[in-house]
């Protein structure tokens, strides 16, 4: 039997020379492909390191990617938005890790000490209060997915991957306190109509909300996926205004103002537009969904049985049914449900499909609790009476019907182009 | 009289009635000091009333534009440079970067989008400038609102911007901005749609 040293010296041996022959390209002796542990590996990373705090793989390369329109970080350092690929995703929870990113402005990402941070909740209310996050954290909590959706989310015909076309969504499990039991505490007066959320970054990025929103069922969110929220998702506290798109879900929260009138702040003002009808497809999403395999750029080997899988979501409750077309919106059938559906949550959906190899055109759409259905571009169109061509742009937050073209090559192409 | 004492004795549990409904539940949290509220109160409504006393005019601003570094973002001219453009240029510049979509292009420029001179105030005041946040005194704040509304056509070259003038100027946008309905619980975003 060998004592351990020599077994450990022994392992070491072997480590170094397969390190050795991985670096000059050759296998060794009895021919078997080097192991693969991560021990064995030339990038061996810090083992402490992930022993206390897990990574993914190595061969596992799904990142996210700035938005064409502007780099990030940006020449001043800050970040704007950044794309989720959700081409990779599987299930409805997005990695926090991947989670997309918006900003208001574009703005720095802060590095804000938990302990220092406060929340104010003042205006309007019987009694303003002002606590410390583990003040927060006393009250009675819960736990839900939601999305989140930026406003720019809006497929392009000159957009080649599903993560350029529909990256800026992504679905966490968001623990928190509901807003509406911090403004009970507070005790809201009447005459109150908005409230304005405020976070602490440096732009101070600021929102306004109907107060019958912000009693409903908005959370005042510290956790996300199990741990504590990312510096990019708003830590240590942030906003959830479920189905409202992303610009209402205030990060890095630090002040709560109940106030009588929409108070158009910055980001208000930058969503105003002359008709009511836009005004509301602006401030709720969806329904919305999006085939996530097979998608732009992937590729399929040759005829045979797949899935077709993707997500779908809406700002108005659950998903209740998604439907699929194979063949450019002739025929249309229902897609299964993988996940549970949640309201303001994403849900993945799947359609077993033999492909014949011939060139087509898939879609999805879904139809949310309210029985709303996701519409086509051609609907939208048709209900603002404008033509149906290239250059028309749906109104409000984008959550038309999104085409992919799979040639006969099993290359997939966007479908708008 | 018994059914004097009744009636006292309803309106005293009435109001204990009335304090529970309105006391707080779980007493967490703490009372912020008027100090606190103050210093974290930047919030400038349409109204205007959260206005600080100050004063400024466009002649004014246009020496804080160049002293506070506006124009390294912003241009020389208030257009072109890698921010919003600031001051319309007959769609000659456009500003490098997209931020939010409106404030790109020249129609779209803040004075002539924002239904309220208060949004201008409000923005400034709290994000302004890149890097030197909350550095801006009221002063100069009135003085670039002043600017730029003055450069963009909207109010004279000597009009004040105080308090009780800023609210009041009618922005060019002002009626051209529906809002979004009333927001109910469980109501489709827009009936009809498709």
Redesign the interface.
């Known amino acids: 039997m060998e004592s351990k040293s020599s077994g450990r010296r022994k392992f070491l041996k072997n480590s170094a020379a397969l390190i050795g022959a991985a670096a000059a390209g050759i296998r060794p002796a009895n021919g078997r492909a080097p192991d693969t542990d991560m021990g064995n590996n030339m990038d061996m990373p810090d083992l402490e390191a992930l022993i206390a705090y897990g990574q993914r793989s190595p061969f596992v390369k799904s990142k996210r990617i700035s938005v064409m329109e502007r780099m990030s970080p940006d020449e001043f350092g800050m970040t704007f938005h950044v794309l989720s690929p959700i081409q990779d995703s599987v299930g409805m929870i997005t990695p926090s890790s991947l989670h997309y990113i918006s900003t208001h402005r574009g703005s720095y990402v802060p590095n804000i000490d938990p302990q220092e941070h406060r929340l104010l909740i003042h205006g309007m209310v019987d009694r303003p209060l002002i606590f410390s996050v583990d003040e927060i954290k006393r009250f009675p909590f819960v736990t839900r997915p939601h999305f989140l959706e930026c406003l720019g989310n809006r497929a392009k015909a000159s957009h080649k991957t599903a993560q350029e076309t529909h990256g800026l969504t992504s679905c966490s499990e968001w623990t928190g306190v509901p807003l509406s039991l911090l403004l009970k505490e507070a005790g809201v007066q009447s005459g109150a109509a908005f409230i304005v959320a405020e976070g602490a970054e440096s732009v101070k990025g600021a929102t306004s909300i109907p107060i019958g929103k912000a009693m409903d069922d908005c959370l005042v969110a510290y956790g996300q996926n199990g741990e504590a929220l990312r510096p990019q998702q708003g830590f240590p506290i942030r906003l959830l205004v479920p189905g409202f798109e992303g610009m209402h879900n205030v990060k890095y929260l630090r002040r709560i103002k109940v106030v009588e009138k929409d108070y158009m702040t910055y980001n208000d003002y930058g969503h105003i537009v002359p008709d009511a009808r836009v005004a509301a497809l602006t401030r709720i999403i969806g329904p919305k969904s999006v085939i996530t395999y097979p998608s732009g750029e992937q590729k399929l080997s040759g005829p045979g049985y797949y899935e077709i899988t993707g997500l779908a979501w809406s700002g108005s409750g659950a998903i209740r049914s998604v439907e699929i077309t194979t063949d450019g919106g002739q025929t249309w059938k229902p897609a299964e449900l993988r996940t549970p559906s949640y309201p303001m949550a994403h849900t993945r959906f799947a359609f077993p499909w033999t492909w014949d190899g011939k060139e087509c055109v898939i879609m999805s759409r879904c139809t949310d609790e309210l029985g709303t259905r996701q519409p086509t571009r051609a609907e939208s169109a048709k209900f603002f009476n404008k033509p149906d061509d290239k250059d028309f742009r749906a109104p409000g937050a984008d959550n038309t019907v999104f085409p992919w073209r799979i040639a006969a090559d099993g290359s997939v192409h966007n479908g708008m182009a | 009289m018994a059914w004097h004492k009744f009636f006292v004795l309803v309106a005293v549990l009435s109001l204990a009635q009335l304090a529970k409904a309105?006391s707080?539940?779980?007493g967490?949290?703490?009372?912020?000091t008027a100090e606190?509220?103050r210093a974290?109160?930047?919030?400038?409504?349409?109204d205007g009333k959260e206005l600080p006393p100050g004063h400024g005019t466009a002649a004014e601003g246009v020496k804080v534009f160049r002293e506070k570094e506006c124009v390294v973002c912003h241009g020389g001219t208030g257009s072109g440079g890698?921010a919003p453009t600031l001051i319309k240029s007959d769609g000659k510049k456009k500003s490098v970067?997209?931020?939010?979509?409106?404030?790109v292009d020249d129609a779209n420029v803040?004075a002539l989008?924002?239904?309220?001179a208060?949004?201008m105030w409000?923005?400034i005041n709290?994000?302004m400038p890149?890097?030197k946040?909350g550095t801006l005194k009221p002063d100069e704040v009135y003085s670039l609102v002043a600017f730029l509304l003055f450069k963009n056509g909207i109010i004279a070259e000597d009009q004040v911007m105080d308090a009780q003038t800023l609210p009041k100027v009618k922005m060019p946008?002002r009626d051209?901005?529906?809002?979004?309905?009333?927001?109910?619980?469980?109501?489709?975003?827009?009936a009809?749609?498709?």
Do not use: F
């Open positions: 309105q707080p539940k779980y967490v949290g703490r009372t912020p606190e509220v974290l109160d930047i919030s400038i409504g349409p890698p970067y997209p931020c939010l979509n409106p404030c803040m989008h924002a239904q309220y208060t949004t409000d923005y709290r994000a890149l890097n946040q946008n051209h901005v529906a809002p979004a309905p009333e927001w109910k619980h469980a109501e489709p975003r827009l009809g749609y498709p």
